[in-house]
């Protein structure tokens, strides 16, 4: 039986693959203002923050066991370890790492969290390179740059199909931002986006387990090995991502090419970065944002009789789960959320231990939130009504969370949440030392302080954060 062969496709779709390619390796060092500088080492740190604060959960601890097994160079650092491994396993453990606690970068019109891809394969290189805090910074922003255009160019449709783009977009920007590293021309960095269009990682599916945080360590892994295939001589399609069956047409059925072009080089994604101030699904911010407000009201676990709230399709799509069952799971709960909002008044990676979700108090409060859908609702805000046990009613609504571009995290809020991982890690000493060489890697000679600053002096206990949280509880 012959094969249907005919695809509906755009055949005269510009040559972003190559204009991507020519903006990567050409645009000049600090092409930009003192904004997207700031926001690139807001961003770094963030990252690196959340990549630490991880270093000993179950789920990276699985990890470095695996890939221990291989026997790798020691050429790389795993991020608030005494371990050191080849550099592209340094890449896929730092991702899974920066993304497990679901405390990352939020790139917001996309969802994308472009930092645990992008920086985790950029610095596993810059260390075995001895590339400079300059040349970091500068392949951070322009790979970001690059896997949040594709983005723009396919979000949501992509997304809709079931793949989770930080993997999927991560790929081709972590390949952009090491071939920047490495120096590479316009040729080859063009072949390095080919070799990587070609490794699109995430499915949604897998949203709630340990591979959600695969995806942005797979991509790191993937973009860094595509970046060194094409240094060294090895060819991919120059139409990897335009044709009609390359990379985007084949994985969704949005694809607005202009997304990729406009303002090129004038405009930089990076500058739309977010931070999270709760460890758990985005969407689900405004509701806890919207329960520590009603907590500071007044309502309180013990005196509501329930909470309704209206969302966007999406928050139960994507955080439906009623009854979670383990941390990962809670990460999906808008319901947990909400509890964790009210009885502690904060949602951090504490209260995302197996034994706070499954705690009698949270599940009894989880079963008195409603969530209905309401698509007047946009996806950042929710509407919410506490109707409590003497009959009365607070309503309130909330059109921005924390940490929205609206009201974004400071300086010294993210400071304060890096510590509040790294501290039990490394040290309030070291950590405020590593903080600061964040703050001022441009000027850094090489990332070596802030590789050293990084590193577990000493073995480590082996307890998880997790373990350690549920045990003060």
């Known amino acids: 039986m012959a094969l249907n062969t005919t695809i509906s496709a755009d055949k005269n779709a510009p040559p972003i693959t190559r204009i991507l390619a020519e903006f990567v390796a050409g645009h000049p060092s600090r092409g930009w203002s003192d904004a997207v500088e700031h926001e690139a080492h807001r961003t770094f740190m963030n990252w690196l ?3 630490v604060g991880a270093a000993h959960h179950e789920s990276t601890q699985a990890a470095i066991r695996a890939t221990q097994v291989l026997e790798p160079a020691a050429q790389a650092l795993v991020l608030g370890s005494n371990i050191r491994v080849d550099m592209g396993n340094a890449a896929l453990i730092n991702g899974i790492s920066s993304h497990t606690f679901d405390f990352d970068d939020t790139h917001l019109k996309t969802i994308i969290h472009p930092a645990g891809p992008v920086c985790s394969a950029v610095l596993a290189l ?17 790979g970001i740059d690059v896997s949040c255009r594709v983005g723009n160019m396919m979000y949501p449709e992509h997304y809709d199909r079931g793949w989770h783009i930080t993997g999927s977009t991560g790929t081709l920007g972590a390949a952009a931002a090491c071939a920047r590293l490495l120096k590479l021309d316009a040729d080859k960095t063009q072949m390095a986006l080919g070799i990587a269009a070609s490794q699109p990682v995430g499915l949604r599916e897998q949203f709630g387990t340990m591979t959600k945080p695969f995806h942005p360590g797979g991509a790191a892994k993937a973009g860094l090995m595509s970046a060194l295939l094409a240094k060294e001589g090895f060819t991919a399609s120059r139409r990897a991502l335009e044709a009609p069956r390359g990379f985007a047409q084949v994985v969704s059925t949005k694809y607005a090419w202009n997304e990729i072009t406009d303002e090129l080089g004038q405009r930089f994604e990076i500058s739309f970065n977010t931070y999270k101030p709760f460890a758990c699904g985005i969407v689900i911010h405004p509701s806890i944002d919207a329960c520590i407000q009603l907590r500071e009201q007044g309502v309180t676990a013990e005196n509501l009789e329930r909470l309704d709230l209206r969302v966007h399709s999406l928050v139960l799509e994507l955080t439906g789960k009623k009854e979670p ?6 990460k999906f709960s808008v319901y947990h959320g909400c509890a964790a909002g009210l009885i502690f008044g904060q949602a951090s990676e504490d209260q995302y231990a197996d034994d706070i979700v499954n705690r009698a108090d949270m599940v009894a409060t989880r079963g008195k939130v409603n969530a209905v859908i309401d698509n007047t609702i946009d996806e950042a805000a929710v ?11 607070i309503h309130l609504r909330v059109e921005h969370a924390i940490g929205s571009l609206q009201r974004p995290m400071t300086d010294a809020n993210l400071e304060t949440k890096f510590s509040n991982m790294s501290d039990e890690i490394l040290g309030k000493d070291q950590t405020r030392q590593l903080m600061d060489a964040c703050w001022s890697l441009a000027k850094a000679g090489s990332v070596g302080e802030v590789i050293q600053l990084a590193t577990l002096q000493g073995s480590s206990s082996g307890h998880t954060r997790q373990q350690t949280a549920a045990a003060a509880q």
């Open 325 to 330: 069952k383990d941390g990962l799971e809670g």
């Open 383 to 393: 509407d919410a009504t506490a109707v409590l046990k003497d009959g009365r009613k």
């Open 126 to 142: 810059a260390e075995k390179l001895g590339s400079s805090g300059r040349e970091v910074i500068d392949a951070v922003v322009l």
């Open 49 to 51: 923050g959340c990549a």
